[in-house]
């Protein structure tokens, strides 16, 4: 098993381009999350989802869309990248509400 | 959102000393995982708690719930290099985890 597959993992964007986060799993779990790290906040949750068709906003959703049109995929879109938004983002996935999440190993993200 | 707090933010030890971090809130955890992070990697499931008064052992690392579930601490023994990373709680609340913003743990040789 893979696991958590995220894409790209280094990536630089001007100000007011887009670009979509790859997330992908292979352990059918049914809640998969997006979370961003950045220096002394922890990580701050995007959006989640707890199964295909269905996704809500976390504590930080201004400025990003998801979608999940499958139980594997849960891509993350930056609609007009900002400067604010340059931070490290992990996918994670739980099988359950309960359960611990299996994170990605992450994606890099610097706008300039 | 629940506020998660962990305690120290920062902890440089030698080899072979022993250390406590702690994680508390001013709410009850329905439950808390412990997780580890080295660098350039993500976050890593250690341990779930759920009952209070809960203790748990994972080799030379000891993770204890509070009885009034909300506090949390990890105790590790004889601590060693390949402990060094940043330690993270997080709290399931509803459909979210929340985490709080880790204690950096430096092991030097």
């Known amino acids: 098993n893979a696991g958590v597959t995220q894409t790209p993992k280094f990536q630089v964007l001007k100000t007011g381009q887009s670009m979509t986060l790859q997330c992908a799993q292979d352990m059918n779990h049914e809640y998969m999350s997006w979370y961003r790290q950045d220096p002394g906040m922890g990580l701050r949750l995007i959006h989640y989802?707890?199964?295909?068709?269905?996704?809500d906003q976390g504590e930080v959703p201004n400025g990003y869309n998801v979608s999940r049109s499958t139980t594997e995929d849960f891509p993350l879109r930056l609609l007009s990248a900002a400067p604010s938004q340059t931070s490290v983002y992990f996918c994670?996935?739980?099988?359950?509400?309960?359960?611990?999440?299996?994170f990605g190993s992450g994606t890099r993200l610097t706008v300039v | 959102t629940q506020l998660l707090e962990q305690s120290p933010q920062f902890l440089s030890i030698q080899e072979g000393e022993n250390l406590t971090v702690y994680c508390n809130s001013s709410s009850v955890f329905s439950s808390l995982q412990w997780y580890r992070q080295e660098p350039g990697e993500g976050p890593v499931l250690l341990v779930t708690?759920?009952?209070?008064?809960e203790v748990k052992k994972l080799k030379r690392l000891t993770f204890q719930f509070g009885d009034a579930r909300k506090d949390s601490s990890l105790h590790i023994t004889a601590a060693q290099p390949g402990d060094t990373g940043l330690y993270l709680c997080a709290e399931n609340t509803g459909n979210q985890f929340y985490f709080g913003t880790g204690t950096s743990l430096t092991v030097i040789p």
């Open positions: 989802s707890v199964g295909a068709g269905i996704t």
């Open positions: 994670a996935s739980s099988y359950s509400g309960g359960s611990g999440y299996t």
């Open positions: 708690v759920v009952t209070g008064g």
